[in-house]
T-cell receptor, first 118, second 117 residues
Framework: GAVVSQHPSRVICKSGTSVKIECRSLDFQATTMFWYRQFPKQSLMLMATSNEGSKATYEQGVEKDKFLINHASLTLSTLTVTSAHPEDSSFYIC??????????????FGSGTRLTVV | AQKVTQAQTEISVVEKEDVTLDCVYETRDTTYYLFWYKQPPSGELVFLIRRNSFDEQNEISGRYSWNFQKSTSSFNFTITASQVVDSAVYFCALSEAYESNDYKLSFGAGTTVTVRA
């Protein structure tokens, strides 16, 4: 079945630095990528949607200059948390969708990245 | 407005008991998909089921079963003879894929299931 590899699984960074999270679809073309953030004991909140080759569409309240999303190829999307602060500490999960074949592949989730900013 | 409502925040049962998780959704689309995911403590989302709006047949997979009722906009999930390994957070989700054309997945708040030995 469809597989999405998300890396790193855990990262600790210092306040003020930037962190890049990668999400790769291994055996299908991810025409659309979704990035979610999940705080402890809460649900997944959609941050942004990115279509390959286009700029990401951010949800209300999500700072696009802080959370940079790049979806330059059909198999790779990256989320960069710039100038990270402790309040950015969270669990980030990506999800890939093949819009040309939504019925077959559905939504495939990465395993998540636990970011801790100290 | 919340599109997916999981009214039960936490459920605690003793092993071998059955547990039913409620999910009520809201949409104006006639074509949509409903999902259930399991999130164990490790954090990874485990896909359990996808059901499209035109398929109202109930489904059984091992100890899991799902009851889809369009008339009440509900898509409930039952775990029969629960086991300790079933302890996790369970999310119901809705995709209003085709008519809205944005393919966003809306998640419910989740229900934490704790199965005690």
């Amino acid at each position: 079945g469809a597989v999405v590899s998300q890396h790193p699984s855990r990262v600790i960074c210092k306040s003020g630095t930037s962190v890049k999270i990668e999400c790769r679809s291994l055996d299908f073309q991810a025409t659309t990528m979704f990035w979610y953030r999940q705080f402890p004991k809460q649900s997944l909140m959609l941050m942004a949607t990115s279509n390959e080759g286009s700029k990401a569409t951010y949800e209300q309240g999500v700072e696009k200059d802080k959370f940079l999303i790049n979806h330059a190829s059909l198999t790779l999307s990256t989320l960069t948390v710039t100038s990270a602060h402790p309040e950015d500490s969270s669990f980030y999960i990506c999800s890939a969708l093949d819009r040309t074949n939504p019925d077959t592949n559905g939504y495939t989730f990465g395993s998540g990245t636990r970011l801790t900013v100290v | 407005a919340q599109k997916v409502t999981q009214a039960q925040t936490e459920i605690s049962v003793v092993e071998k008991e059955d547990v039913t998780l409620d999910c009520v959704y809201e949409t104006r689309d006639t074509t949509y998909y409903l999902f259930w995911y399991k999130q164990p403590p490790s954090g990874e989302l485990v896909f359990l089921i996808r059901r499209n709006s035109f398929d109202e047949q109930n489904e059984i997979s091992g100890r899991y079963s799902w009851n889809f009722q369009k008339s009440t906009s509900s898509f409930n999930f039952t775990i029969t003879a629960s086991q300790v390994v079933d302890s996790a957070v369970y999310f119901c989700a809705l995709s209003e894929a085709y008519e809205s054309n944005d393919y966003k997945l809306s998640f419910g708040a989740g229900t934490t299931v704790t199965v005690r030995a």
